[in-house]
């Protein structure tokens, strides 16, 4: 299913199950493919949208140029969707750029927010300006930690597309930095749902220390800590399906 948002853009999103909405988010680059089992999973109890990020996945237009601001545009988009679904509220779980979308949308509309679930997100933004350049350069000369991503960019998007699409986005996290990293940090006084923020011990974009600063700052918020890196969804997978289903029906 696609929506066609302002200024042309197109977001694919699925629409499975019944029960409490879950807005689910992948990752930059990512697609909502990448998260069947734990759509499954969820669809059992819940009505999952599940929506590939503007620039990523399905979501049209493609190579995205990504501005600084586009934290907060997609975040406005993304609750546009609702609007347009009729969903007046949700939970809202993502991974990593997903779930950073998914703290700030709490943070802009609070009433709307029945729960926030994230891992690899942390209302900040850190990085060195090596691994921006190997973020910037990925398609061409990927660091050894990340020749995964860059593969997998390449098969989904063909490498002269994902090469402009890793600039721009790089390009935008640059200037996110240089501005002071804020995404959804500022706002956490406004994130007044339940929230749970899970971070992979050994995540090299979200450490452990970051998110748990982000998740003490939430009126009501919780940390977790899972073994592995960003990916979690993938080293471990079952534990963290066990633990958004969990949560989400206690909230």
Sequence with gaps: MSWYG?????????????GDTVLLMPGWGSSVVD?????????????????????????????RHYPPTYYLDDAHLLLGLLDELQVDVAHFVGFS???????????????????????????????SPEALHGL????????DGLKPLAAYLAEQYGVDQARIMARSWAEAMSAVIDAGGDVSRSRAADIT????????????????????????????GAYREAGGG???????????????TDWLSEH
């Design 230 to 244: 960003h990916d979690i969804h993938l080293s471990h997978g079952r534990w963290l399906a066990a633990t958004i």
């Design 35 to 63: 998260l069947n089992r734990l759509r499954d999973d969820l669809a059992y109890g819940f009505r999952v949208i599940a929506v590939d990020l503007p620039g990523s996945g399905r979501s049209q237009p493609q190579p």
């Design 97 to 127: 750029d997903g779930g950073e979308e998914a703290l700030l949308m709490a943070a802009l509309q609070p009433a709307r927010a029945l729960s926030v679930l994230t891992w690899g997100a942390a209302g900040h933004i850190e990085s």
């Design 6 to 18: 302002p200024d042309g853009q197109q977001i694919y999103y699925e629409d499975a199950g019944q």
């Design 136 to 143: 910037a350069n990925l398609l061409t000369d990927p660091p």
């Design 193 to 220: 749902c339940p929230a749970l923020l899970i971070a992979g011990t050994y995540d090299p974009f979200c450490p452990p220390a970051l998110v748990r600063a982000m998740a003490d700052d939430l009126p009501r």
